[in-house]
């Protein structure tokens, strides 16, 4: 079985800043893709941002040049720093992962969620 674990949020003013941390822990042998998405009440859950097992980025236009996502291979940890964020950040932040398993003799590539961490920016 395999967890991801996020902390990190909590209430940061307009123009500060926060950092978020996603750990993987369990059957793991090795963790593609991680991603942060978030979900604004009345809104559908999008993504923020994604880094790849080789480090490739992409970003969401509305936090280009203010979020930065990063990874520990080492740690299984994934980051996202939030800069300059703004109200219109606030919402439920989710790490994402791809994340390979040995099974026996044979190996399996599923995508699990985190639970979720409450970010809210105040003006």
């Known amino acids: 079985q395999v967890q991801l674990v996020e902390s990190g949020g909590g209430l940061v003013q307009a123009g500060g800043s926060l950092r978020l941390a996603c750990a993987a822990s369990?059957?793991?042998?090795?963790?593609?893709?991680m991603a942060w998405y978030r979900q604004a009440p009345g809104k559908q859950r999008e993504l923020v941002a994604s880094?790849?097992?080789?480090?490739?980025?992409n970003y969401a236009d509305s936090v280009k040049d203010r979020f930065t996502i990063s990874r520990d291979n080492a740690k299984n940890t994934v980051y996202l720093q939030m800069n300059s964020p703004k109200p219109e950040d606030t919402a439920v932040y989710y790490c994402?992962?791809?994340?390979?398993?040995?099974?026996?003799?044979?190996?399996?590539?599923?995508?699990?969620w985190g639970q979720g961490t409450q970010v809210t920016v105040s003006s």
């Open positions: 369990g059957n793991i042998f090795t963790i593609y893709t």
């Open positions: 880094i790849t097992g080789g480090g490739s980025t």
């Open positions: 994402n992962a791809d994340i390979n398993s040995p099974s026996g003799r044979f190996y399996y590539t599923k995508q699990y």
